[in-house]
DNA sequence: CTGCGCCTTGACCGGACGGTCGGTCGGGGG
DNA sequence: CCCCCGACCGACCGTCCGGTCAAGGCGCAG
């Protein structure tokens, strides 16, 4: 905070990572404009002089933490390519890293996407979401043509399952870390891995037919 | 809402119901007390002569719904109770129906979960969120010391695995609900059976050694 | 019928909110 | 050299927030 008589320095870039943190940490009503002002060391008209509202400050927020995760679902994507089974892991060890390596960008989509009423974001944070979920719908069916899968899997399905592996294991490792045994939380290795383990296992192509359900 | 000089028979519970829809639908900070007074017939003064604050009547919401789920797991629990790998299948089950039977006190208590800010009824979601993680460890355990499911995997982090499948379907119902192909995801049946086929094939003992890397 | 509590009410409070405005400052171009 | 323009500021506006309060109507005991 500057003193009276001085000026600050911040400009756009400043005001627009003060209102990221903040928007990430409480959502959009419990924050204001003073408080975004007073983080990027200026003053509330200033902020209003960069953006037209607090609604379009907010959308630009969104719009820079969306295309930061549309680029990394795409280098995901190419890093797996082609390689099925062992591509599903890795294509899960990347969002694992992906969400841990910028959770502020992460949990500002997460909310918006997983908030049931009509948010100001959610159009934008969907469709990266979208477009995540197909890849990894692909990357199953993929596998599924290959042999390698049970074609009897709705590969849909296990997508969501995939997907709910990663982020759920990130929206929680704050209540998860401090209980006893979890401790592999933020440990990629280690727990991604099991999950990937448990997931390919599971759905590995002629393990075990549904009906049996005997020790 | 009542004309000028009619009187209103809301009292504490239809206030409570109104408070819990709208708080679950937007938030603490969105939800402001002439809305809630609003929704209950009600006016302002009323809603502040049956709850000392707005905190107040928010924390009277939370333990509502926390009592609400706090019963329903531990009738899950005693369901599945001694049958282990079915009893898992059960459990699973058990949190979908639970989930999709109460959306607005479960979506309630999944925020002050998920969120990271210090929340205002965090402490009260998150015992009931540890009490069932440590139900479904419990499961998990029964099953390696039965010989059912493999002891190579750190049951926490199948537990993990476990409510995250049951926790996301829920959260993105309403994104995944208008992808194509994903129109199963309120039916308890066909994606329940299906994660917990994928669950407990993949976590059945002596399937695969990790370090096997062969499609 | 009278008097008495208990609800419920509209009016009201201080304060914080999002947003506007007049004006100051300093650096770059004629 | 000056002047112009965008960045920046303090002060301010109307609104709405959470919260308070005195007054009035209703049910009930006497």
Known sequence: MPQPGQRSTAGRDEIL?????????????????QAIACRAGTSKAN???????????????????????AAASELADRGAEHRYTEGIVDFLRADFVQLRADPVHA????????ESGPGRGQAL???????????????????QAAGVLADDVVP????????????????SRHVLRHLPGVDFIDDVD?????????LLNGMRARTRQPGQDES
Do not use: N, P, W
């Open 17 to 33: 990572a003060a209102a990221t943190d903040l928007f990430a940490e409480s959502g959009y009503d419990a924050v204001s404009i």
């Open 125 to 143: 944070a969907r469709d990266v979401f979208d477009d995540h979920f197909r890849l990894v719908v692909d990357l199953f069916r993929e596998g």
């Open 107 to 114: 949990h500002l989509i997460l909310r918006e996407v997983l």
């Open 156 to 171: 849909e399905a296990a997508a969501v399952m995939m997907i709910a592996a990663g982020v759920f294991s990130f929206q």
């Open 190 to 198: 280690r727990y991604g891995d099991t999950m990937g383990r448990i």
């Open 47 to 69: 902020v209003f002089h960069h953006f037209r509202s607090k609604e379009a400050l907010y959308l630009e927020v969104m719009r820079a933490a969306c295309s930061r995760f």
